[in-house]
């Protein structure tokens, strides 16, 4: 059983409180993300789980023991670095193999060992060559290879994949997913690329400043974000975030928008009417996905939680699939996703539809959602 | 860079790389001469040395300053040449030298893989070190070595040399390793491997260039150490500089300038050996300290 | 391994005595190391501090009697001697050292056939041990079968060069041999600057229209500044605790004419029993290296904060 427990667990350096009160269940075979920018605690709590670092307080429990007190090599975990950090002085096969020597396994088991592993990932054929001989594809599968030997409960990940190039990293990105599918491993991957995230998580942990801020599946955390932060962080182009005033109009609640001359009324999904209501006559945040923001070509007819306004377009990107149009909407930027046929110039006023049902609502003092 | 001639015109061209190379020569044989004017001065007889002039070649070559030099001339009272010093100082260089690398490369290791608290201004207070005139430290140490024992000896030289040239040998090493990533040691600790294992397997293998650099610096620095040699030993025991200085004053009978000469290039020939054979380790020594701020 | 429950009801295994063994491991390798740094540097810094302040003589004593020994160092024409040396010195030294170490690594960085021999031939007297410069140098210098004898036979009957000799003179065959012996390693320094010049800058520069000597004055040089800091902070201090060179060259001489204060703590310490005021003298140095180099790396590291 691969189970991951952590319960609350603190960093302190000094007064300074790199983690504050850390609670994450990771299920046996399940692949955790942890994401979030530089400075947010991921990496801190990924080296805390291997035993590099210190717990302050708490605990954290791998396969149901508690671990805060057994160093790196008795917690049955396997890491991936972000440098690949292999042995310069060895060969891959030492490097596949020095974590078994170092643990006297018979010399038949290691060999069968890294052959079994050389298989997997495909590096049989540079097994007796040096890590500098190797291009940065192959070395990372090494790094994995490494890992893969030692068989181990958990597998730990920092960034394996932010020093290849981009093609590459789509092509190893769909590798260790493939490899977590036949394997069935309980995985922890710290990333900071939230397409990484998205795309190999069963679950999302969202994190800044020493705080999960979400922890959920991609498409809950994409569709439903916890809080601004969230919002903001998670989607490329990020979400738009509007200041806007909450209004009434035909029974319902919702905000009111404006591209600098007409202003147009967004109604709030049913869902939070409540809690919108509240919030009448004040400002609050209005989160709408660029996808959300389209036109007829994409998206087909008007319906009831769709509505189709002008807006003036400010600047055009092509980006092949999509067109990114920009448009104002109180004053703030907003991008909306057209059709790559839709004929839009800047300076043109186009026909934009808005889709209503995923709008939502922030706090914008506190940056929590308003449900 | 950039080759900032390219952009004259022909003719000045021609001319100033001329005298580019004429200056780059005389300079050149400016720091030869004496070099040249050494072994030179070493194979002359006293006879010739008067009838010539410093620049002259010998009228035949002689190899007896280099047999006085080496086995009867005079360093004070004692008249047995330089071969004892010269296997004195051999005789403390090498282990110096060794244990100093050894202790340094750990002390490097150390101080870039396994950071604690406090280890960065140990750091610094062993950096600072390196800048003190050792003037200030000779009285205490030499009454230290006599509480230990070992004044007028070569272990208490080992000592000494040991002690003053771990900062410089600590700056190498942990200069180099931070240049290594320390997910390596992140990732020997998780496959399992300790503090030793670490050490030996994955750090020291990688180490050879800088061994050399702090291997070649502590030698040259210690072979042609005076001060402590002067200080702390004493008659038989001297080292190699200390009796060729020695050598040079003592003042009994007639100035032997050939000697003195074969006896300077004999203090100075290990080093210069290891000055050719690895000039460019010896370099890297010199700016690895030179950047010690 | 023994096991314990935890706060949340899982097994927690306790630590071993090796993994206790295994975090103070580098702490106990340290250990010596710290305790060398702590009591052969400071400890004895501090203990030769403490004699300065004694009446110690052939026998060190531990009873303070206050200024004494700085009182009587001051008095010392020797003392004074030693420091208008180390002004001349040093001064000469290290502005010699610089100018012709810069010349140098300019010359050899216009693409020279040969240049790795050139540098080799540069930079071998650091090689060599300041006794042995000082004992070539000794036998170059001397009047009467050296240099002087040499021109003379060339047919210049009156020359005269006995520096070595000659009282208030003696001090500059020092520095002749000292920058001798170090300008190989200042233009080693420069020359490892000036590869470090960022090629985009000069071809800019050239592009501009800016004369090779413009580029050099007004770009390349003012670069080197790093490299200037270092040398000047190595150059100080060899300068400051220069002995060696002194002993072998002139031995101090003609009478004390070229002490230099390293020397004349070696002599008053060692020679002459008076341990007392060596320990004031040596105390004078050390203040003397701080005050120099301290300024200078910290202005330096001050300004690498600030630059980049």
């Given at each position: 059983m691969?189970?991951?427990?952590?319960i609350?667990?603190?960093k302190r350096?000094?007064p300074?409180?790199?983690l504050k009160?850390?609670?994450?269940d990771?299920?046996?075979g399940?692949?955790?993300?942890?994401?979030?920018?530089s400075?947010?605690?991921?990496s801190?709590?990924l080296?805390?789980i291997a035993?590099?670092?210190?717990?302050?307080?708490?605990?954290?429990a791998?396969?149901?023991r508690?671990v805060?007190?057994?160093?790196?090599?008795?917690?049955?975990?396997?890491m991936?670095?972000q440098?690949?950090a292999?042995?310069?002085n060895m060969t891959?096969?030492?490097n596949?193999?020095?974590?078994?020597?170092?643990r006297?396994i018979?010399?038949g088991?290691?060999?069968?060992?890294v052959?079994r592993?050389?298989k997997?990932?495909?590096?049989?054929?540079?097994?007796?060559?040096?890590?500098?001989?190797?291009?940065?594809?192959?070395?990372?599968?090494v790094a994995?290879?490494?890992?893969?030997a030692?068989?181990?409960?958990?597998?730990?990940f920092?960034?394996?994949?932010?020093n290849?190039d981009?093609?590459l990293?789509?092509?190893m990105?769909a590798?260790?997913k493939?490899?977590?599918d036949?394997?069935?491993a309980?995985?922890?991957?710290?990333?900071h690329?939230?397409?990484?995230?998205?795309?190999?998580?069963?679950r999302?942990a969202v994190m800044?400043?020493?705080e999960?801020?979400q922890?959920a599946t991609?498409?809950?955390?994409?569709?439903?974000?916890?809080?601004?932060?969230?919002?903001?962080?998670?989607?490329?182009?990020?979400?738009?975030?509007?200041?806007a005033?909450?209004a009434h109009k035909?029974?319902?609640?919702?905000?009111?928008?404006?591209?600098?001359?007409?202003?147009?009324?967004?109604?709030?999904?049913?869902?939070?009417?409540?809690?919108?209501?509240?919030?009448?006559?004040?400002?609050?945040?209005?989160?709408?996905?660029?996808?959300?923001?389209?036109?007829?070509?994409?998206?087909?007819?008007?319906r009831?939680?769709?509505?189709?306004?002008r807006a003036?377009?400010d600047?055009?990107?092509?980006?092949?699939?999509?067109t990114?149009?920009?448009?104002q909407l109180?004053?703030?930027?907003v991008?909306?996703?057209v059709?790559?046929e839709t004929r839009?110039?800047?300076?043109d006023?186009?026909?934009?539809?808005?889709?209503?049902?995923?709008?939502?609502?922030?706090d914008?003092?506190?940056?929590?959602?308003i449900r | 860079?950039a080759?900032?001639?390219?952009t004259?015109?022909?003719?000045?061209?021609?001319?100033?790389?001329?005298?580019?190379?004429?200056l780059?020569?005389?300079?050149a044989?400016?720091?030869?001469?004496?070099?040249?004017?050494?072994?030179t001065?070493s194979?002359?007889?006293?006879?010739?040395?008067?009838a010539?002039?410093?620049?002259?070649?010998?009228?035949?070559i002689?190899?007896a300053?280099?047999v006085k030099?080496?086995?009867?001339?005079?360093?004070?009272?004692?008249?047995?040449?330089?071969?004892?010093?010269?296997?004195?100082?051999?005789?403390?260089v090498?282990?110096?030298v060794?244990?100093?690398?050894?202790?340094?490369?750990?002390?490097?290791?150390?101080l870039?893989?396994?950071?604690?608290r406090g280890?960065d201004?140990?750091?610094?207070?062993l950096l600072?070190?390196?800048?003190?005139?050792?003037?200030?430290i000779?009285?205490?140490?030499?009454?230290?070595?006599g509480?230990?024992?070992?004044?007028?000896?070569?272990?208490?030289?080992?000592?000494?040399?040991?002690?003053?040239?771990?900062?410089?040998?600590?700056?190498?090493?942990?200069n180099?390793?931070?240049t290594?990533?320390?997910?390596?040691?992140?990732?020997?600790?998780i496959?399992?491997?300790?503090?030793?294992?670490?050490?030996?397997?994955?750090?020291l293998?990688?180490?050879?260039?800088?061994?050399?650099?702090?291997?070649?610096?502590?030698?040259?620095?210690?072979?042609n150490?005076?001060?402590?040699?002067?200080?702390f030993?004493s008659?038989e025991r001297?080292p190699i500089?200390?009796?060729?200085?020695?050598?040079?004053?003592t003042?009994t009978?007639?100035?032997?300038?050939?000697?003195?000469m074969s006896a300077?290039?004999i203090?100075g020939?290990?080093?210069?050996?290891?000055?050719?054979?690895?000039g460019?380790?010896?370099?890297?020594?010199?700016?690895a300290?030179?950047?010690?701020? | 391994m023994?096991?314990?429950?935890?706060?949340?009801?899982?097994?927690?295994?306790r630590k071993?005595?090796?993994?206790?063994?295994?975090?103070?491991?580098?702490?106990?390798?340290?250990?010596?190391?710290?305790?060398?740094?702590?009591?052969?540097i400071?400890?004895?810094?501090?203990?030769?501090?403490?004699?300065?302040?004694t009446?110690?003589?052939?026998?060190?004593?531990?009873?303070?009697?206050?200024f004494?020994?700085?009182?009587?160092?001051?008095?010392?024409?020797?003392?004074?001697?030693a420091?208008?040396n180390?002004?001349?010195?040093?001064?000469?030294f290290i502005?010699?050292?610089?100018?012709v170490?810069?010349?140098l690594?300019?010359?050899l960085?216009q693409?020279?056939?040969?240049e790795?021999i050139?540098?080799?031939?540069y930079?071998?007297p650091?090689?060599?041990?300041?006794?042995?410069?000082?004992t070539?140098w000794r036998w170059?210098?001397?009047?009467g079968?050296g240099?002087?004898?040499?021109i003379?036979?060339?047919?210049?009957?009156?020359?005269?060069?006995?520096?070595?000799?000659?009282p208030g003179?003696?001090?500059?065959?020092?520095v002749?041999?000292?920058?001798?012996?170090?300008?190989?390693?200042?233009?080693?320094?420069?020359l490892?600057?000036?590869?470090?010049?960022?090629?985009?800058i000069?071809?800019?520069?050239?592009?501009?229209?800016?004369?090779?000597?413009?580029?050099?004055?007004?770009?390349?040089?003012?670069?080197?500044?790093?490299?200037?800091?270092?040398?000047?902070?190595i150059?100080s201090?060899?300068?400051?605790?220069?002995?060696d060179?002194?002993?072998?060259?002139?031995?101090?001489?003609p009478g004390?004419?070229?002490?230099?204060?390293?020397?004349?703590?070696?002599?008053?310490?060692?020679?002459r029993?008076q341990?007392?005021?060596?320990?004031?003298?040596?105390?004078?140095?050390?203040?003397?290296?701080?005050?120099?180099?301290?300024?200078?790396?910290y202005?330096?590291?001050?300004?690498?904060?600030?630059?980049?």
């Amino acid at each position: 059983m691969s189970t991951l427990s952590i319960i609350n667990v603190k960093k302190r350096y000094g007064p300074v409180e790199v983690l504050k009160g850390i609670d994450i269940d990771v299920k046996d075979g399940e692949f955790l993300i942890l994401v979030g920018p530089s400075g947010c605690g991921k990496s801190t709590l990924l080296n805390m789980i291997a035993g590099l670092d210190t717990i302050t307080s708490g605990e954290i429990a791998i396969g149901g023991r508690v671990v805060n007190d057994l160093s790196p090599k008795d917690r049955d975990i396997a890491m991936v670095f972000q440098s690949y950090a292999l042995y310069p002085n060895m060969t891959v096969r030492n490097n596949i193999s020095f974590g078994l020597k170092i643990r006297k396994i018979p010399k038949g088991k290691q060999e069968e060992t890294v052959n079994r592993v050389a298989k997997l990932l495909q590096i049989e054929a540079l097994l007796d060559r040096m890590p500098s001989q190797l291009s940065g594809g192959q070395r990372q599968r090494v790094a994995m290879g490494r890992a893969l030997a030692r068989d181990p409960a958990l597998f730990l990940f920092d960034e394996p994949l932010s020093n290849l190039d981009a093609k590459l990293r789509v092509e190893m990105r769909a590798e260790i997913k493939l490899l977590h599918d036949r394997l069935g491993a309980t995985i922890v991957y710290v990333t900071h690329d939230q397409i990484e995230a998205m795309t190999l998580g069963d679950r999302i942990a969202v994190m800044k400043g020493g705080e999960v801020h979400q922890l959920a599946t991609p498409q809950e955390v994409y569709d439903d974000p916890a809080d601004l932060f969230v919002a903001g962080f998670i989607g490329s182009p990020p979400m738009n975030l509007v200041r806007a005033p909450v209004a009434h109009k035909n029974g319902k609640v919702g905000v009111n928008l404006h591209d600098g001359g007409e202003t147009f009324f967004l109604a709030a999904p049913d869902a939070v009417q409540n809690g919108l209501s509240a919030w009448n006559g004040s400002e609050v945040v209005v989160g709408i996905r660029p996808e959300q923001i389209t036109d007829d070509l994409a998206r087909g007819h008007e319906r009831s939680d769709r509505i189709k306004r002008r807006a003036k377009v400010d600047v055009v990107h092509p980006t092949g699939p999509d067109t990114l149009v920009l448009i104002q909407l109180n004053d703030t930027p907003v991008t909306c996703r057209v059709h790559p046929e839709t004929r839009v110039q800047s300076g043109d006023n186009a026909d934009l539809m808005f889709d209503l049902s995923k709008l939502v609502f922030f706090d914008p003092d506190k940056e929590t959602r308003i449900r | 860079m950039a080759d900032t001639s390219q952009t004259q015109t022909a003719g000045p061209q021609w001319l100033g790389r001329a005298v580019l190379y004429a200056l780059l020569v005389v300079f050149a044989v400016y720091y030869l001469m004496p070099l040249f004017v050494m072994i030179t001065t070493s194979l002359k007889t006293l006879d010739d040395i008067r009838a010539g002039n410093l620049v002259a070649l010998p009228e035949e070559i002689s190899f007896a300053a280099w047999v006085k030099a080496w086995g009867t001339a005079c360093t004070g009272v004692e008249c047995n040449g330089l071969k004892g010093n010269f296997l004195n100082s051999v005789s403390f260089v090498v282990p110096a030298v060794i244990i100093s690398t050894l202790v340094g490369a750990f002390n490097g290791y150390v101080l870039t893989m396994w950071r604690f608290r406090g280890s960065d201004v140990l750091f610094t207070l062993l950096l600072l070190g390196c800048f003190i005139p050792f003037q200030v430290i000779l009285l205490p140490m030499a009454q230290t070595l006599g509480y230990l024992g070992i004044a007028n000896s070569i272990p208490g030289l080992i000592f000494v040399h040991v002690v003053y040239g771990l900062a410089f040998t600590t700056l190498f090493f942990r200069n180099f390793y931070v240049t290594v990533p320390s997910d390596l040691t992140k990732a020997a600790r998780i496959d399992g491997a300790g503090f030793f294992t670490i050490f030996w397997r994955i750090i020291l293998p990688l180490s050879p260039a800088i061994i050399v650099v702090s291997v070649i610096w502590q030698f040259t620095q210690i072979w042609n150490d005076f001060l402590f040699g002067v200080v702390f030993s004493s008659g038989e025991r001297q080292p190699i500089t200390v009796a060729l200085n020695n050598l040079v004053n003592t003042s009994t009978g007639i100035k032997e300038y050939n000697v003195d000469m074969s006896a300077a290039i004999i203090a100075g020939l290990p080093t210069l050996f290891v000055y050719v054979v690895a000039g460019k380790y010896f370099l890297r020594g010199l700016t690895a300290g030179a950047v010690k701020g | 391994m023994t096991t314990a429950t935890s706060a949340s009801g899982l097994d927690r295994p306790r630590k071993r005595f090796a993994d206790y063994l295994e975090t103070a491991l580098p702490k106990i390798v340290l250990g010596p190391t710290l305790l060398i740094a702590l009591f052969f540097i400071y400890g004895f810094i501090i203990w030769t501090g403490w004699l300065s302040f004694t009446d110690s003589r052939l026998l060190p004593r531990y009873e303070l009697a206050g200024f004494v020994q700085y009182v009587t160092l001051f008095e010392n024409e020797r003392w004074w001697t030693a420091l208008r040396n180390l002004g001349i010195f040093g001064g000469l030294f290290i502005l010699v050292c610089l100018v012709v170490g810069l010349l140098l690594a300019i010359l050899l960085d216009q693409r020279i056939r040969a240049e790795g021999i050139l540098r080799a031939v540069y930079l071998y007297p650091m090689a060599l041990s300041f006794i042995v410069t000082g004992t070539a140098w000794r036998w170059i210098l001397n009047p009467g079968l050296g240099l002087q004898n040499l021109i003379r036979q060339m047919g210049f009957e009156s020359f005269t060069f006995d520096w070595i000799v000659t009282p208030g003179m003696s001090i500059y065959t020092v520095v002749i041999a000292g920058a001798w012996q170090s300008t190989g390693f200042v233009m080693a320094l420069f020359l490892a600057g000036l590869r470090g010049v960022d090629d985009a800058i000069i071809k800019a520069a050239q592009v501009d229209g800016a004369s090779p000597t413009r580029i050099y004055t007004s770009i390349i040089i003012p670069s080197l500044r790093p490299v200037f800091f270092s040398a000047l902070i190595i150059l100080s201090h060899i300068a400051i605790k220069s002995f060696d060179l002194v002993m072998a060259l002139t031995g101090g001489g003609p009478g004390f004419s070229s002490d230099l204060p390293a020397t004349f703590m070696y002599t008053f310490a060692f020679n002459r029993n008076q341990i007392g005021l060596g320990a004031a003298s040596a105390i004078i140095m050390l203040m003397t290296v701080v005050a120099i180099i301290v300024p200078l790396m910290y202005s330096e590291t001050r300004r690498g904060h600030l630059g980049r």
